[in-house]
């Protein structure tokens, strides 16, 4: 009865092996191949979680304080505080990209 016992870690550590070698053997494309820089470079370039960073309210921010003639929006808050209402400003700069649209 012991006998049966010890033979079946064996089978399941064959077995999964088996489900190893098979799961690269069918991904061989991913796991085989050689890191290529330039084309994991233009898959970000193109996804959508980098084209979501081109529209970022900061960087818009940013953008509008150096269209002014600001060093950008942080220096923008800093140079005019108690002149201008900074937050409304910001609102309706931020009001604009989403009217834009993504």
């Known amino acids: 009865m012991k006998k049966n016992r010890d033979i079946y870690p ?3 550590i064959v077995f999964s092996f088996f489900y190893i070698a098979v799961t690269i053997f069918q991904n061989r494309s991913v796991y085989l191949k050689k890191f ?6 233009k ?3 193109q996804s959508q979680w980098q084209q979501s960073q081109n529209i970022s309210p900061l960087k818009e ?3 509008w304080a ?9 220096n923008y808050k800093d140079e005019n505080k108690g002149k201008t209402d900074v937050e409304k400003t910001g609102k ?4 604009s990209i989403r009217n834009r649209g993504v």
């Open 61 to 63: 921010l940013d953008a």
């Open 36 to 41: 290529d820089y330039e084309t994991v470079k």
């Open 92 to 95: 309706n700069i931020i009001d």
């Open 66 to 74: 150096l269209k002014m003639g600001y060093t950008g929006w942080n």
């Open 43 to 45: 898959q970000y370039d």
């Open 10 to 12: 064996i089978i399941f």
